[in-house]
């Protein structure tokens, strides 16, 4: 075994998988630990909404019948209907500052200004500072301001009338802190929710691009494998016709050749079956003989020329420059692009065809030429055409390379590209 085919054979589909298969894999789950904590925080959200939902609705409820106990058992008969209809009308509001916060921020404002003037103390007025919770939790920061100001207005008015003389400071900077952390639990609240709404947003925008992603993975690994069984049922197949032909006509005056030509068909259809396993290897993981066939690169392109002349394609091969330190992916690439012109040319060109290919190898590209002496322009209703030519410019594409495939000037047809080893580029197979 050469050099060249020991190299080719050490980079087989099996280990070149499982190295795609970790990097695969690795951003997939990265991809999963995001989905996973945007998850997580969605469901949290949730949570918080849910547990947010009853228990306030339960104490605001509760709140009123409170408040209303608590005023029959210390007011007298006498204030007793004035002070219930203030607190039954600071209170029940409260249900609805869900639905309408600064609504019922206005109506709790102008009772509780309304028992200022009245001159009533109630216990009630903590409905001000639930008010201001809703609206900090529901509005913006400029509402948010709007209500505490007038909330803290309340309460130096409050302090001035009903504080005794020299206990003013005391009774103002208490109601002003309750004010002020009202505000900002209201704020928190807001900015929690806006986060959480952020944070499900994002999990939806990331699974969206995880299907787009499996969508696109998937057309992809479509059109390789339909690239992939082109180039192997179309060349094999061609070949095997070719050869039966030529054996069909040999057959009484040349029993010799007509017999070397039915072998060679026979091992053209174990060669189709070997590329078949291995690319099935590389498609199923329990295949075991892919580790047995390695991927055909440039050392393999004189026994594909050799095939090509038993098939009745004169085929001539120049290779210069070591091939050696070529990436097998990239020799494969020269190989497809190879066999794909010459099977052109054996379906597409009369008797008497000859072809030539040379490879030109570097350290920083690869340059590819096929050329044969058929007619120019081609055959009526023979040229090529189908998924050959476009399968080829994909292989060219993938590593930045640009095929151009047409009439020689002087004849003939010839396809050409050259494949930058600097673009890394996709496996094709």
């Given at each position: 075994?050469?050099?060249?085919?020991?190299?080719?054979?050490?980079?087989?589909?099996?280990?070149?998988?499982?190295?795609?298969?970790?990097?695969?894999?690795?951003?997939?789950?990265?991809?999963?630990?995001?989905?996973?904590?945007?998850?997580?925080?969605?469901?949290?959200?949730?949570?918080?909404?849910?547990?947010?939902?009853?228990?306030?609705?339960?104490?605001?409820?509760?709140?009123?019948?409170?408040?209303?106990?608590?005023?029959?058992?210390?007011?007298?008969?006498?204030?007793?209907?004035?002070?219930?209809?203030?607190?039954?009308?600071?209170?029940?509001?409260?249900?609805?500052?869900?639905?309408?916060?600064?609504?019922?921020?206005?109506?709790?404002?102008?009772?509780?200004?309304?028992?200022?003037?009245?001159?009533?103390?109630?216990?009630?007025?903590?409905?001000?500072?639930?008010?201001?919770?809703?609206?900090?939790?529901?509005?913006?920061?400029?509402?948010?301001?709007?209500?505490?100001?007038?909330?803290?207005?309340?309460?130096?008015?409050?302090?001035?009338?009903?504080?005794?003389?020299?206990?003013?400071?005391?009774?103002?900077v208490a109601a002003t802190a309750m004010v002020v952390a009202a505000a900002v639990l209201g704020v928190n609240v807001r900015t929690t929710r806006a986060y959480l709404a952020a944070v499900e947003e994002r999990a939806a925008r990331l699974e969206h691009q995880?299907?787009?992603?499996?969508?696109?993975?998937?057309?992809?690994?479509?059109?390789?494998?339909?690239?992939?069984?082109?180039?192997?049922?179309?060349?094999?197949?061609?070949?095997?016709?070719?050869?039966?032909?030529?054996?069909?006509?040999?057959?009484?005056?040349?029993?010799?050749?007509?017999?070397?030509?039915?072998?060679?068909?026979?091992?053209?259809?174990?060669?189709?079956?070997?590329?078949?396993?291995?690319?099935?290897?590389?498609?199923?993981?329990?295949?075991?003989?892919?580790?047995?066939?390695?991927?055909?690169?440039?050392?393999?392109?004189?026994?594909?020329?050799?095939?090509?002349?038993?098939?009745?394609?004169?085929?001539?091969?120049?290779?210069?420059?070591?091939?050696?330190?070529?990436?097998?992916?990239?020799?494969?690439?020269?190989?497809?692009?190879?066999?794909?012109?010459?099977?052109?040319?054996?379906?597409?060109?009369?008797?008497?065809?000859?072809?030539?290919?040379?490879?030109?190898?570097?350290?920083?590209?690869?340059?590819?030429?096929?050329?044969?002496?058929?007619?120019?322009?081609?055959?009526?209703?023979?040229?090529?055409?189908?998924?050959?030519?476009?399968?080829?410019?994909?292989?060219?594409?993938?590593?930045?390379?640009?095929?151009?495939?047409?009439?020689?000037?002087?004849?003939?047809?010839?396809?050409?590209?050259?494949?930058?080893?600097?673009?890394?580029?996709?496996?094709?197979?």
């Amino acid at each position: 075994m050469t050099e060249a085919a020991a190299e080719a054979g050490s980079a087989h589909p099996v280990r070149h998988r499982d190295r795609v298969r970790r990097g695969w894999t690795a951003g997939r789950l990265r991809r999963h630990a995001d989905l996973a904590s945007v998850r997580a925080a969605r469901r949290l959200g949730a949570a918080r909404r849910w547990g947010s939902r009853l228990p306030p609705l339960a104490w605001e409820a509760l709140l009123p019948v409170l408040l209303l106990v608590n005023i029959l058992t210390t007011h007298t008969p006498r204030g007793l209907p004035v002070a219930v209809a203030l607190t039954a009308a600071l209170a029940l509001p409260l249900l609805w500052r869900r639905r309408a916060p600064l609504t019922v921020f206005a109506v709790v404002t102008a009772v509780a200004f309304v028992q200022w003037l009245v001159g009533v103390q109630l216990p009630a007025d903590v409905a001000l500072l639930v008010a201001l919770y809703t609206v900090a939790a529901n509005a913006g920061r400029r509402g948010t301001l709007v209500a505490g100001a007038v909330v803290e207005t309340g309460v130096l008015l409050a302090c001035l009338r009903w504080t005794a003389d020299g206990a003013f400071l005391t009774p103002f900077v208490a109601a002003t802190a309750m004010v002020v952390a009202a505000a900002v639990l209201g704020v928190n609240v807001r900015t929690t929710r806006a986060y959480l709404a952020a944070v499900e947003e994002r999990a939806a925008r990331l699974e969206h691009q995880q299907e787009q992603q499996a969508r696109l993975a998937v057309a992809e690994e479509r059109a390789r494998i339909t690239r992939e069984m082109h180039d192997i049922v179309t060349h094999n197949l061609s070949v095997m016709v070719a050869l039966t032909d030529a054996a069909v006509y040999a057959q009484h005056r040349s029993p010799e050749r007509a017999t070397a030509a039915m072998l060679q068909i026979s091992e053209t259809g174990r060669q189709a079956l070997t590329d078949m396993r291995r690319s099935l290897g590389v498609l199923r993981t329990e295949e075991p003989d892919a580790e047995r066939h390695p991927l055909p690169g440039i050392a393999q392109l004189q026994a594909l020329a050799d095939q090509m002349c038993a098939a009745g394609l004169p085929t001539g091969l120049e290779v210069h420059g070591g091939h050696t330190r070529i990436p097998a992916t990239a020799q494969l690439t020269v190989y497809r692009l190879v066999q794909e012109a010459l099977t052109n040319a054996l379906k597409h060109t009369p008797p008497g065809t000859r072809a030539e290919v040379r490879v030109r190898c570097s350290a920083s590209a690869v340059t590819v030429a096929v050329t044969d002496s058929g007619p120019c322009p081609p055959l009526p209703g023979t040229a090529p055409s189908g998924h050959g030519i476009p399968g080829m410019r994909e292989r060219a594409a993938a590593y930045g390379g640009r095929l151009r495939a047409g009439p020689l000037p002087g004849g003939g047809w010839g396809v050409h590209t050259r494949l930058d080893l600097g673009s890394g580029g996709k496996v094709p197979a």
